[in-house]
């Protein structure tokens, strides 16, 4: 899982800066999407589920 | 003339404890109804306040969007509803830029459940469930991303429509993910929901349609049985049996939400960067620090979930062989008390607010069209049912929600 050195260097590539007060409950935030991201970074996919130009059912 | 009157009257009277309301609109609402004509002449209707009300800023629940010019017209949708006769009377509360299941507004404060008002309404349309429910006007608009028409309709006891995505405009509505945000109707009644979705709609009528005759009907379990609690389960299970529903499994419905919750994570972080730069203080305290996250988060992830949502669509595609239209559980419970941090879903302790859209998330990131029926009460509460149909099949919705009314 991310760290808070890391976060920060993400937040300073982001132009963000992140209140020191804020930093713990950004990490956490950041942590359980990085948890969900790993989810759906596991599927394997095909060259039928390369995006199209747009999103439509 | 009265209608609107009686409405205008229960808002006055009722909305002090309900906190639905953030804006009424008395006398636009009586010019209005003055020349008013159409199917739907003198039904009064609020919308969620993200949407475009001419000569008033577009909140989206937030501080921050006071701060915007007042919207030059009405959204196209409210455009609609009142060449159609209907009647705009105010602005609904809801959670900050539609982040949330819960409408705990911490500007505008909470709205309260009808049904019991310690109790949350759901989210975000919390405004548009709860003034519904209170019977204040008996119809509104809402929006629902992964969930907030939904989640407020189950928990209000009232129904909802989430139509395909792309169906209705979004033209002078706030948005929150573009990927997923649609809009649509909450209603009183199935009468109002169809006469209301028809005039906002391009496609065939579906007000007057009924007859379930050949239509082939599942029951979601796995991932839907599995995520809700046992009793709220049951009502769903009822229904089913009722239409001899065969039992089917959504596929990969897990791994549908997580795409859907990475999309969410980013574009809504990305959408607000510029002010989470300038002025983050002014941002909704439940919301701020998620907006953070999602907007540090790498490109690569939201890329595969896009791709992943179209490898889940397929799927669900191939179920839609089988069966025309699905029934689901819409809340995993009913409403959790205002401030409730956690909740337990057959024994397994969560956070409460992001939660209580674990069984509408996976349905609204293929943009699947689905009502939310009310189908009873557990724990005094209500809980909804979904409805749900192929892409561009509300019609299918529509004639199972009528043999249920």
């Known amino acids: 899982m991310i760290e808070e050195k890391d976060l920060t260097s993400l937040s300073v590539l982001a132009a963000l800066d992140l209140p020191e007060q804020r930093i713990r409950a950004v990490l956490e935030n950041f942590r359980r999407i990085q948890q969900v991201a790993q989810v759906v970074n596991a599927v394997e996919l095909g060259p039928e589920d390369e995006i199209g130009p747009e999103w439509r059912p | 003339m009265e209608a609107v009157e009686q409405a205008l009257a229960a808002i006055r009277a009722k909305d002090g404890g309900i906190n639905a309301f953030t804006a009424v609109f008395e006398e636009r609402a009586r010019a209005t109804a003055r020349t008013a004509k159409g199917p739907l002449r003198g039904v009064p209707f609020a919308v969620k306040n993200l949407f475009d009300v001419k000569g008033i800023a577009t909140l989206a629940g937030s501080k921050i969007n006071r701060d915007l010019p007042p919207a030059a017209r009405d959204s196209p949708l409210i455009e609609r509803l009142e060449a159609a006769g209907a009647v705009l009377v105010g602005a609904l509360n809801m959670d900050e830029y539609a982040y949330g299941f819960s409408t705990e507004n911490t500007h505008y404060g909470p709205t309260r459940n ?13 405004g548009s469930g709860a003034a ?45 993910v573009n990927a997923l945000d649609h809009l649509g109707p909450l209603a009183a009644n199935l009468d109002l929901l169809a006469a209301s979705y028809d005039v906002m709609q391009d496609g065939e009528p579906v007000a007057g349609l009924k007859g379930i005759e050949g239509l082939r009907i599942g029951r979601a379990t796995g991932y839907f049985e599995e ?73 690569a992830w939201y890329l595969q979930a896009q791709r992943v949502r179209r490898w889940y669509y397929r799927q669900v595609m191939k179920l839609f062989e ?84």
């Not at chain 2, 009808?114 to 989210?123: Q, S």
């Not at chain 2, 429509?161 to 405009?169: N, Q, S, V, Y």
């Not at chain 2, 009502?235 to 499994?249: G, H, I, N, S, Y």
């Not at chain 2, 029926?373 to 009528?402: T, Y």
């Open chain 2, 114 to 126: 009808p049904h019991n008002p310690a109790h949350v309404a759901g989210g975000s349309s919390g």
């Open chain 2, 132 to 176: 519904v429910a209170a019977g204040m006007v008996p119809l509104a608009l809402g929006s629902d991303t992964n969930g907030s028409i939904r989640v407020p309709a189950s928990f209000c006891g009232i129904w909802g429509l989430k139509p395909t995505f792309g169906r209705l405009t979004r033209e002078g509505s706030f948005p929150f």
């Open chain 2, 227 to 299: 995520n809700a609690e046992p009793e709220v389960y049951e009502l769903t299970r009822k229904v089913a049996d009722r239409f001899k529903a065969v039992p089917v499994e959504i596929p990969e419905a897990a791994r549908g939400r997580a795409a859907a919750f990475v999309i969410t994570a980013s574009e809504s972080g990305q959408l607000h960067l510029p002010n989470l730069r300038k002025r983050p203080q002014d941002f909704e305290p439940l919301i701020v620090d998620r907006l953070m996250a999602g907007a540090l988060m790498p490109a």
């Open chain 2, 322 to 405: 089988t069966v025309d239209v699905i029934l689901a559980p819409a809340t995993p419970r009913p409403a959790q008390k205002i401030g409730q941090e956690m909740f337990t879903i057959r024994g397994k302790e969560m956070l409460a607010r992001p939660n209580a859209g674990l069984l509408t998330q996976p349905i609204s990131c293929i943009g699947l069209p689905v009502i939310c029926a009310p189908v009873g009460k557990v724990e005094g509460l209500p809980v909804g049912m979904q409805i749900i149909a192929a892409p561009w099949r509300e019609d299918n919705c529509f004639r199972v929600a009528r043999a249920l009314a």
